[in-house]
């Protein structure tokens, strides 16, 4: 017997055959059994063929359709299916996959759509997927899978969707600050991406507004969807505005009473200038030329001159500062009869009497808002003590008959004089523009005025004048020229002779000299501290205490020889007998003074002394108070003490004393000319 075994390797097992010894029989048994397994083979065959034919192989898995916003394309992924196998036995064997697209619905079959790809290498497209770019922006497409087997069995398999997209832009928008420089400038915006849009409009020159537009690329839209062109709004700022004038300040005097400045170099038109107190300067404009006018008022201003905006520049300003200088003038005139009154001119004819302060109270003037008088205060001085400060001024008398007119200004006039003791005394320091009084009676013991104690007294005048000096290198005794500075003040300021009745009594208590300072709690600077004008007490004149009370002011800078009467500039030259200017007669007896002498001493024009008296007066008429007379006297002192008398009065003038007198009623007050 032997054994046959089939060439297919599938059909394994082995068949034994006859063996025999009759050839014949043999053949024929061992041809049957051929034939058998022949037929077995090609059975089989025809069942797997059938299976294979009928059995299809899985659906693809991992599908996926993408597409990147703005790509116009789309990414198709997918692994394909493995062999079908059934206990160990491959019944279906994937030879490839169709990759099949339709717009708008899913492929029903490999036939229904557009055939993409035939893919026979298994897992071609799992990692870097197949890529469709005939695709439009909006529509919807699917990708659907078709496995197949050698045999041609087709799997309809999954199917993957997608909407190719525009990449959405945000609207650029301005992202820098731009001021204009005369160039042309170009604005960044952000979210600007040339790269995927166009712009336009993004470079200007001006100052303003300006309108960039952008439209998106074949591959991009706005977050409305639209890829039409938007305007975005960017703008260069104004510049700062200038300009220049000609100059920045001006000085406004009699000589100067139009200033011209010129405007150049604006960025934009010149606007209406104006003048922050036109009571001190007006101001108009004709082109570029702006004119100040003075009114003549002393006084500052500013001008504004406005630089309109344009279209680079923002609006703005120029100033100009204006001082003008002018001297007013104050008068008052006496008609040199009885009356104590005078009447006002110039510019205080429109002025209402002041009103000192009663029991140190307040009180009033019109000439506190004038200088000097409104220049006058109150100062410490480390060598003299308490000093009222007293500016310059120019002042002037006329005489006709015995008419007297006294004028005041605060800037020099044509023919007026500077005040006396700020004239030039010939010290070498020239005119000086303050001067200093004490505001009180030198004190016992240290000659300084000081509030609070007794005046020093029972002195010569010699004797005072070194105490005094000895203070300082700038501080004198008081001198005529102090006395008449203060008292053409009172004239032209109260208008009256009478002192005492403007003012008040003064005097003291009519027994001894009291301490300092009795008026130190009055609130204003002139007045009494009496209860009432017509009772005996202590006075003071801008801040000036006790010009007449308390005790007589030796004057210093005036010395008498008989009838003659002598005056002295220089303090350094001050004697009681010599070195002194003639400036004319004093009356020779004593009496109420009802004239006054008309000096005409180049320097000494302010030295009035009486030239006329009346004993047989009351002090209620003409000058009021007393002048004195002694053939021997040779030395000054002024004021009233305290006695109480109609007669001690602003113009008491005692000139009865020899250089050796000293008395307990006469005291001193200091001055300091810096």
């Known amino acids: ?44 065959e025809s069942v797997d063929l059938l299976l294979e034919n009928s059995t299809k192989v899985g659906d693809v898995s991992g599908a996926s359709a993408v597409s990147v916003a703005g790509s116009k394309s789309v990414t198709i992924k997918w692994s394909d299916p493995s062999d079908t196998v059934v206990d160990g036995v491959t019944i279906a064997k994937w030879k ?28 071609s497209y799992s990692s870097t997927g197949y890529v469709d770019n005939n695709v439009n922006y909006g529509t919807t497409y699917y990708y659907r899978f078709f496995p197949y087997t050698a045999l041609g069995a087709v799997t309809e398999g999954t199917a993957a969707s997608v909407t190719p997209a525009r990449e959405v832009l945000t609207l650029p928008s301005p992202s820098a600050t731009l001021t204009y ?14 790269a995927k849009m166009t712009g336009t409009g993004m470079s200007a020159t001006d100052a303003g507004d300006h309108t960039a537009s952008f439209t998106p690329g074949a591959d991009y839209m706005w977050s409305d969807n639209s890829q039409t062109a938007k305007s975005v709004t960017w703008s260069i700022a104004k510049a700062s505005g200038s300009a220049t004038v000609s100059t920045s300040s001006v000085e406004l005097d009699a000589d100067n009473l139009t200033v011209t400045v010129t405007v150049s170099n604006a960025t934009g038109t010149i606007g209406t200038p104006t003048t922050s107190d036109s009571s001190v300067a007006t101001v108009s404009k004709s082109g570029s030329t702006i004119t100040i006018t003075a009114t003549e008022a002393t006084g500052t201003a500013t001008i504004t001159i406005p630089i309109n905006a344009s279209t680079n520049y923002n609006a703005t300003s120029k100033t100009v500062s204006v001082n003008a200088t002018f001297s007013s003038i104050w008068g008052a005139e006496w008609d040199g009869t009885s009356t104590t009154a005078w009447s006002r001119t110039d510019a205080a004819e429109t002025f209402t009497d002041p009103q000192p302060a009663v029991n140190n109270g307040n009180g009033s003037s019109p000439f506190d808002s004038c200088m000097p008088w409104a220049g006058m205060e109150r ?20 005489r006709t008959g015995t008419k ?32 200093y009084v004490g505001a009180y009676h030198c004190a016992t013991s240290t000659y300084k005025s000081t509030t609070g104690v007794k005046p020093a007294n029972n002195y010569t005048r010699a004797q005072s004048r070194t105490s005094i000096h000895n203070l300082g290198s700038k501080v004198w005794q008081y001198d005529y020229a102090m006395y008449w500075t203060i ?22 208590n009519n027994s ?39 005790v007589y002011d030796w004057c210093d800078g005036i010395y008498f020889s008989s009838g003659t009467v002598y005056c002295i500039k220089n303090p350094a030259s001050f004697s009681d007998s010599s070195g002194g200017t003639n400036v004319g007669s004093r009356a020779t007896s004593g009496g109420w003074t009802k004239a006054w002498t008309n000096p005409s001493a180049s320097g000494f024009e302010y030295a009035l002394y009486p030239n006329s008296v009346d004993s047989n ?46 008395d307990t009623s006469i005291g001193s007050r200091l001055q300091k000319l810096p």
């Open 96 to 123: 490839g996959t169709i990759l099949v697209k339709k717009a708008g619905s899913a492929p029903t079959s490999k036939d229904d759509g557009t055939q993409l790809v035939n893919n026979t290498v298994r897992n």
């Open 617 to 662: 007066l009351d002090g209620s008429t003409y000058i009021c108070d007393y002048c004195s007379y002694g053939s021997s006297g040779v030395v000054l002192c002024v004021g009233g003490n305290y006695s109480q008398y109609q007669r001690y009065g602003g113009f008491l003038l005692v000139g009865y004393y020899a250089a050796s007198n000293a």
């Open 1 to 44: 017997m032997q054994t046959y075994t089939p060439s297919d390797p599938e059909f394994s097992n082995s068949i034994s055959v006859v063996e025999s010894t009759d050839p014949v029989s043999a053949n024929n048994a061992n041809a049957a059994v051929k034939q058998l397994i022949e037929n077995d083979v090609v059975l089989k």
């Open 379 to 398: 100062v410490t001085d480390s060598e003299a003590g308490t000093l009222v400060k007293i500016p310059k001024y120019w002042y002037k008398w006329t």
């Open 512 to 550: 001894g000299a009291e301490n300092a300072g009795l008026c130190d709690a009055m609130t204003y600077h002139t007045g009494t501290n009496a209860a009432n004008r017509t009772s005996y007490g202590h006075t003071r004149y801008r801040y000036i205490e006790d010009l007449w009370g308390n």
């Open 487 to 508: 008292m053409m003040l009172y004239l032209v300021e109260y208008a009256d002779w009478n002192t005492q009745a403007k003012i008040g009594y003064g005097c003291g």
């Open 404 to 435: 007297m007119k006294l004028q005041i200004s605060d800037g020099e006039q044509d023919g007026f004089l500077v005040s006396p003791a700020h004239a030039d005394r010939g010290d070498g320091s020239g005119e000086r523009d303050y001067v």
């Open 181 to 194: 420089n005369t160039s042309e400038q170009t604005m960044t915006f952000s979210n600007y991406d040339p």
